[in-house]
């Protein structure tokens, strides 16, 4: 997904171009600054790591009412990147945080972006931002000294947007002054970034930039686009993938006023201005379906992910695994599975269409404007420089928003373009369970090994059907091999039943499980302390420190589990960032249900951009990552998705919460590395380790639901 | 049944002729253009159609219009006054007690509703009364936060 190959690649810079010329039609007089992406050394170094997408830019325009917009192609989920990214803006170019506009996601005025996904936005965007605002400010800098007739800018000092001289204060002018009635077009040269010392906006938690509207109500979701003559379109939906339709009787629906049927190809669509008389209509859609027999279910899955799984990829290897067999004294053998889960953000996928002669404009709902605009383009035979694709606030997206999740935004289009109307296509939460794209279910088998000094010297782990990501273990480990077969993209098919894709720190939550659940079964059967046991097996300072800092905060006093008391640990890296969950659960034995009483994560992210920000998206992956852990899976059977509703499929609610903790470490001498997601892949693997500690019993099996534990609790 | 309807909507009369079984959900948003109160499950599932009813927190997309005849709807949108915060969304806004904000107008009316019924909630009454209000970015904590310190700086919601 972040690799680009030469296609792609010249594809996205012809976007770009298109773009840039529709933005300035649109924008008027200013100062605008063009990001070129080998001028900026920070940009240099971000574009090493691996995935960043080389033709990356970004815009700014300082307007001639003083005010600064800056445009990019992310989007704002709720991660607070419209805040964030102000934010920078404002410190580079020495202008307040509140004259700050970020424009995101507008496929017409918003540079080319690969998609908001990854925990990228700050860990990649924050370098070239900066960047392109330090720019800016010199430039500004430099006419300023023009404007007031002095020999050099150097003596200039600004202050929210006004240039003084420090000699003479009398000898001032602003940027709205000094932009107006002219345009003028800079690309980004090399230009410092401000020392961290020098910084007032960043690393501070200003309100957030979406606060209002999203309190007020008055904030635009894709649903809450109207649009004079739209109608709602219902579609008919297969009651199972790999369903056909047989027949469908629509002359019932047809006699209501105002029902609109379309058939085109495999849809059927039923339109009315409004949605529930749409709805009723689709209701008396007499349909027959053919419906498939065969294939796994949610109970013979993992049996399947083992036959089915394709030749395995090696992910890491070191030494020689038939040398760590022969110093191992202790083996440990052990098979983990992890149940598909949903990503059902609370905003269900939404667009809405219309077209004006050649042009075709969708509001939609999505993580990956760009993708959607190529994606809907194609579809419907259009250029893509005639669809622009507008993305109001999305509610929620985890991953389930981005690239092939643009089904609904492709019907609205098509029902457009066969209407002359414009269209809304909202799903309901069945079609939202039904098209998801889950996190796969997955195996992961691992066999280790420990010496006579109780050292870890063989590690083979193979993972089945749930993706590599994070599988390498970081522990020292001098025979070791990881492999994966199949995962969240790129599987043959007939692999996973069901759609799969990317879900918040795509396959990390299920290696990080099956791992550190792994580590600490050895450490138990050893009788060591699991923090002892891990930290003897790990090198890295960054790792060493987040794992010390956590269990000292909890409070954590060295026992070999079980110890009774339900605390589970575990650690990680995600996106560049090291993280550290400690948990306390109690565990009804009675009934299996676990009590989450208290989670405390540690987190080095490096530079720490918005510290509230952080904190809410760790606080939000361990509240989100509590369900994967505890509840969460999607049954299904024949094709057909059983779980349709929040009535079987439990989602974390306010009576699960433990006490959240979390701790940033002060590290702001590291570049800022990502934060939206890895909390998340702890979380399983801390609340497993819980449950052990408190029960003796090592749940092999995510969800740990309360079924489960109790049948595993009654086992002798 | 297809007649006339009269209720009160954020302090002003609205008459509808309609079908007085339609949903209160869809009226609010398609046919006022209230937007604020969003669509999530379509079952009481979750809450982010939660406006209040009287005094009450009702689901809209199982509330029928014939249920609000001549009663109070306040939605989001008539929660705050000219331009100034109602205390809870001032407490949501401190606390930054929401990431995507969609479930946020549910969450903030759901808490009205409780806060119109005891001035001072304790922590866990204000999780049992939220419980069915659903978040998925995960701001339950803040949210628990922002009720407690609205709570004390009003009194019977208002």
Known sequence: MRCHDWNEMTEAIKERGIGRRAFLQLSGAGLFIFFAPDLLPAFQEASSQPGFATDFNAYLRIGEDGRVACFAGKTELGQGATTTLAQLVSDELDVSFDAVDVVLGDTEICPWDEGTFGSLTVREFAPVLRGVAAEARAVLLQMAAEYLHLPSPDDLRVKDGVITSSKDAHKNVSYAQLVQGKRIERHLGKVPLKPISDLRVIGTSPRRKDALDKVTGKGRYAADILLPGMLHARVLRPPAHGATLNSADTSAAEKIPGIQVIRDKDMIALLHERRDVAEQALGLVQAKFDLPHSGPDDATIFDHLIKAAPPFELVSEKGRLADGEQLATHVVEETYLNSYVAHAPMETHSAVAKIDGTKLTVWASTQTPFSLRHEVAEAMGFAPENVRVITPYVGGGFGGKTENSSHQAQEAARLTKLTGRPIQVVFNRTEEFFYDTFRPAAVVKIRSGTDKSGKLVLWEYRAYGGGGDEASPFYDIPHQRTQSAGGWSNNPAGLHPLAVGPWRAPAASTNTFARESHIDEIASRLGRDPLEFRLIHLSDPRMHRVLQTATEKFAWKPAPAPSGRGFGLACATYADSYVATVAEVVVDKKTGNVDVKRVLSAQDQGFTVNPEGSRQQIEGSITMGMGYALAEEVRFKNGAVLDRNFDTYQIPRFSWLPKIETVLIDNPSTPSSGCGEPPIVTIGAALANAVFDATGRRPLQLPMTAARLKAALQQV | ?158
């Not at chain 2, 019924?117 to 866990?124: Q, Y």
């Not at chain 2, 209000?133 to 700086?153: K, M, P, Q, Y």
């Open chain 2, 1 to 158: 049944m297809r007649r006339n309807i009269s209720f009160t909507l954020n302090g002003k009369p609205v008459q509808l002729v309609d079908d007085d079984e339609r949903m209160l959900l869809w009226v609010l948003r398609y046919d006022l253009g209230l937007t604020g109160t969003k669509f999530g499950c379509g079952a009481a599932l979750c809450g982010s159609c939660t406006v209040i009813l009287d005094r009450d927190a009702v689901r809209s997309c199982i509330t029928p219009l014939k249920d609000v005849e001549g009663r109070h709807v306040l939605t989001i949108e008539g929660l705050s006054s000219q331009e100034r915060l109602h205390p809870i969304q001032q407490a949501f806004v401190n606390h930054h007690a929401f990431q995507c904000g969609y479930c946020t107008p549910g969450m903030i009316l759901n808490a009205y509703a409780l806060l119109l019924k005891g001035s001072h909630p304790t922590r866990e009454e204000i999780i049992r009364h939220m419980d069915d209000n659903l978040c998925r970015c995960g701001s339950h904590t803040r949210i628990v936060d922002a009720v407690l310190e609205a709570a004390a700086a009003t009194t019977g919601g208002n």
